[in-house]
């Protein structure tokens, strides 16, 4: 298994900008599929992006504001969080799985990712 350290959550107004890292350990990067997810306090994990060969996929609550991307040579993936809004509020959680996904149908399902990391919390505030 791949081992994954998120970072780069932390307390921003609405409208400010976030980049969250998530380095993984272990394996090579360039295997997998990576992916982001939130789990709001009192809410189910929901999907927020996945960058799998050379595809990448968005929920719709984040689609033009966030951008996933990620730096095989470092083992790392990003997620650019821009125009944070309160709703956006959640812990963070990076993954990674070695499933082919067509659609995002598929990617939203975390059946399809091995590994997780610890999450990391991004709280949007006024």
């Known amino acids: 298994q791949v081992q994954l350290v998120e970072s780069g959550g932390g307390l921003v107004q609405p409208g400010e900008s976030l980049r969250l890292s998530c380095a993984g350990f272990g394996r090579t990067f360039s295997n997998y599929a990576a992916g982001w997810f939130r789990q709001a306090l009192g809410k189910e994990r929901e999907f927020v992006a996945r960058?799998?060969?050379?595809?990448?996929y968005y929920s719709d609550s984040v689609k033009g504001r966030f951008t996933i991307s990620r730096d095989n040579a470092k083992n790392t993936v990003y997620l650019q969080m821009n125009n944070l809004k309160p709703e956006d509020t959640a812990v963070y959680y990076c993954?990674?799985?070695?499933?082919?996904?067509?659609?995002?149908?598929?990617?939203?399902?975390?059946?399809?990712?091995?590994?997780w990391g610890q999450g990391t919390q991004v709280t949007v505030s006024s």
């Open positions: 993954a990674v799985g070695q499933s082919f996904c067509a659609g995002v149908g598929c990617a939203r399902l975390t059946s399809n990712y091995d590994s």
């Open positions: 960058f799998g060969w050379g595809t990448t």
